[in-house]
């Protein structure tokens, strides 16, 4: 990795796999399947990803439109179930899917927007999303980009924010509108299929929830990084540069392999705790000010201090560290490895004085 990746364009492919909550039909009645597997595929150029692309000059890549970092395909991403009887809930799945660029260059630039590299890409599950998809050009790249350690560590802190940013969303809605919208599903069933049907789909409208929960997710987490992921990302970085500030000052003399090694051996957990750190609060105030804004009629008075926003932080550090723990240790030896943890301690003195 951390070397060079080609800069992804609009009709470059994403293929993956995701698990969903399924019913299977066959047999009758149908039957629940929790956490099916299914393959999906798409290009960066989707059907309903429009506000993905800049509205500004056009800044073309042989001769297509470029991808940013955390470019989303969006809605309506191809779901084949394995086995194939798991199909009757892609109504569901398919129109509310999403799957995000993880890597990014935070050195190169368009419109002011990180480069977003060929690698991996953070697709929709039940739970957490997870990087289950992976980017495949379509074309002979031409325009490659150096992948530094650094820009390995800030993209997966950046992903592992967003986990954090839905799954404290995932708890607002559970915790506050899970019943209503509930009950308001549960009604049209009954009233378009019949009490004996609605019954037995009870599975389907507690995944139809959580799909609607995934849109109107990604759609805040939207609206959330533009007014705050700045302020955040700043903060991830200083967090960075302080780790490997105290990292240096352990050492004696230099960075050499024996400390390498311990370094590397700590990176996921030391990563993992500091995004939790700077995610949970900043995600609560942001929380509180965006569904205010956007959900007039719902009570949201402050959510800054409010235990239901808080995930536990072990259930997060095990999700983080299970998706994102390898590259988190690889990102840190190529960081330390050669002179880039130097130039990071002089690009942040430089910046303190």
């Known amino acids: ?30 039957r629940f399947s929790p956490m099916h597997n299914h393959v999906v595929i798409g290009t960066m150029h989707w059907l309903a990803n429009k506000s993905e692309w800049s509205q500004g000059e056009k800044v073309f890549i042989e001769n297509r439109l470029y991808c940013k970092h955390f470019h989303n395909i969006g809605y309506l ?20 899917s999403s799957s995000k660029i993880v890597l990014g260059s935070f050195t190169v630039h368009a419109h ?16 957490f999303p997870k990087p289950s998809g992976l980017t495949i050009p379509t074309r002979l790249p031409t325009v490659w980009v150096g992948v530094s350690g650094l820009d390995l560590l800030l993209s997966i802190l950046y992903a592992g924010a967003d986990m954090l940013l839905s799954w404290q ?12 919208l509930e009950t308001v599903l549960k009604m049209a069933l ?14 389907e409208v507690e995944e139809a929830i959580h799909q609607l929960v995934i849109k109107l997710s990604t759609e805040l987490v939207k609206k959330i990084s533009s007014k705050y992921a700045k302020d955040l990302f700043k903060a991830i970085g200083k967090s960075v ?40 609060p900043a995600g609560q105030q942001a929380l509180t000010e965006v569904l205010a804004e956007q959900y007039p009629e719902v009570a949201v008075t402050s959510l800054a201090d409010s235990l239901e926003l808080t995930p536990p932080y072990a259930e997060f550090e095990q999700a983080f560290v299970e998706n994102f723990g390898e590259v988190a240790t690889r990102g840190t030896r190529v960081l330390l490895s050669g002179d880039e943890w130097e130039k990071l301690l002089q690009t942040s003195q430089a910046n303190d004085d």
Request: proline content about 11%; overall charge neutral.
């Open 1 to 30: 990795m951390a070397d060079a990746r080609p800069w992804v364009t609009e009709y470059d492919l994403m293929v993956g796999w995701d698990q969903h909550n399924e019913l299977c039909i066959p047999p009758w009645p149908p």
């Open 190 to 203: 009954k009233k378009a299929l019949g009490e004996t049907v609605e019954k037995w789909l009870e599975k």
């Open 169 to 180: 969303l995932n708890k607002f809605f559970d915790n506050r509108l899970k019943e209503p």
């Open 77 to 96: 991403i191809p779901h084949v179930p394995l086995p194939l009887p798991g199909w009757v809930m892609l109504l569901v799945i398919i129109p509310l």
């Open 112 to 127: 002011n927007e990180p480069a977003g590299l060929h690698w991996m890409t953070l697709n929709c599950w039940s739970g």
């Open 241 to 280: 540069k302080k780790t490997v500030g105290d990292w240096f000052g352990r050492t004696n003399p230099g960075m050499q392999e024996k400390y390498i090694r311990v370094y590397e051996a700590e990176a996921p957990r030391t990563y993992a705790s500091f995004v939790y750190a700077h995610t949970v």
